[in-house]
């Protein structure tokens, strides 16, 4: 049995700070992004980045990732990539940058991966104002002088 076309697989979706490329052509992801803590809103992320691998699939594909606001509903950056996968073995990686993000509210963004229309993943994304700290820090008593 000869597949023409196969779904991929997402093998791995990770969103970050910055990914690079090395001269081997293998990925360097920086900053691993699990929640965003902040000292106060609104604040801009000066960029983001959504880094996906696929896998397992034949065929041409369109991949979509959106960055949606905690109402469930408004997309504040949206990504859109076309992609071929010749046979199950093969590999690709699209990297989506969002840059200048910024973040009105705090609450549970999203980030939502689609492969034609197909939602395959989401990720939350907590975004936390820290409790700002009343007053200065008190410094401990210096040592006492030699005599």
Same mark, same amino acid.
């Given at each position: 049995?000869?597949?023409?076309?196969?779904?991929?697989?997402?093998?791995?979706?990770?969103?970050?700070?910055?990914?690079?490329?090395?001269?081997? &052509?293998?990925?360097?992801?920086?900053?691993?992004?699990?929640?965003?803590?902040?000292?106060?809103?609104?604040? $801009?992320?000066?960029?983001?980045?959504?880094?996906?691998?696929?896998?397992? &699939?034949? &065929?041409?594909?369109?991949?979509?990732?959106?960055?949606?606001?905690?109402? &469930?509903t408004t997309v504040l950056r949206k990504s859109a990539f076309k992609f071929a996968?010749?046979?199950?073995? #093969? $590999?690709? $990686?699209?990297?989506?940058?969002?840059? #200048?993000?910024?973040?009105?509210?705090?609450?549970?963004? $999203?980030?939502?991966?689609?492969?034609?229309?197909?939602?395959?993943?989401?990720?939350?994304?907590?975004?936390?104002?820290?409790?700002?700290?009343?007053?200065?820090?008190? #410094?401990?008593?210096?040592?006492?002088?030699? #005599?």
């Amino acid at each position: 049995m000869n597949a023409s076309r196969i779904l991929p697989d997402l093998q791995a979706s990770l969103l970050c700070e910055d990914v690079r490329v090395e001269s081997s &052509g293998n990925f360097i992801i920086v900053g691993v992004i699990s929640e965003v803590r902040v000292p106060q809103l609104p604040i $801009t992320a000066f960029k983001l980045c959504v880094f996906n691998r696929w896998t397992a &699939g034949v &065929g041409e594909f369109n991949q979509e990732v959106r960055l949606v606001a905690p109402d &469930g509903t408004t997309v504040l950056r949206k990504s859109a990539f076309k992609f071929a996968l010749k046979n199950p073995a #093969q $590999t690709t $990686t699209n990297v989506s940058v969002f840059g #200048q993000v910024e973040f009105k509210e705090q609450g549970v963004y $999203t980030i939502e991966i689609l492969i034609d229309e197909v939602m395959k993943l989401r990720i939350p994304v907590p975004v936390i104002v820290l409790p700002q700290q009343q007053g200065k820090p008190q #410094q401990p008593p210096p040592p006492p002088a030699a #005599q």
